[in-house]
């Protein structure tokens, strides 16, 4: 997949995605947070509109597009690419992790493995910034920022049985 960018000034950015059928998707980031989704069938040919989302409404459908909702493909983690070696990773914790009980500080998952908690996802709250000292519960999902590496280090630390990794 390519994707094309440009500067639009006073507007703001262009963005062109190269489809398997050989179309194109546009997109059109506005200074104002407003989006607008085209097609272009061929190199050749005019763009059509194909609809306008707000600012507030297009992040909530992009965290859908992601899956952060939901996963086609079971998996324990969702991934976010922020960059080629940043992710945004969401683990749940099963009864059986080894972080179940502990507190953030005494987790010291950013020791262990270079990852942050950036929230805590506990049934319909979310704790945004959680404090070190916030107990980790079963059934939380932490989610992490960090590199690929530790990231999926840490997903295999946080999901391990706790006899193991004590």
């Known amino acids: 997949m390519t994707v094309y960018e440009s500067d639009l000034p006073g507007v703001g950015k262009k963005f062109e995605v190269e489809l398997n059928d050989g179309s194109q998707l546009v997109i059109v980031i506005h200074n104002t947070g407003k ?59 099963s009864a059986e992790s080894p972080l179940v009980g502990k ?39 932490l989610v992490v920022i960090g590199g690929q590496d530790a990231c999926r280090e840490f997903q295999e630390y946080a999901t391990a049985e706790s006899s193991s990794n004590e």
């Open 35 to 93: 989006r607008e989704l085209y097609l272009r069938e061929s190199p050749d040919a005019d763009s059509d509109k194909l609809f306008e989302l707000s600012d507030r409404l297009s992040r909530q459908v992009g965290t859908i597009m992601e899956g952060a909702y939901f996963q086609p493909i079971r998996t324990e983690t969702i991934d976010t690419v922020l960059s080629d070696d940043t992710l945004i990773e969401w683990v749940k914790l």
């Open 103 to 141: 507190t953030l500080a005494e987790s010291h998952v950013r020791q262990r493995v270079g990852v942050s908690v950036i929230a805590v996802q506990r049934g319909d709250e979310t704790i945004s910034n959680p404090e070190a000292d916030l107990t980790l519960q079963e059934g939380d999902t």
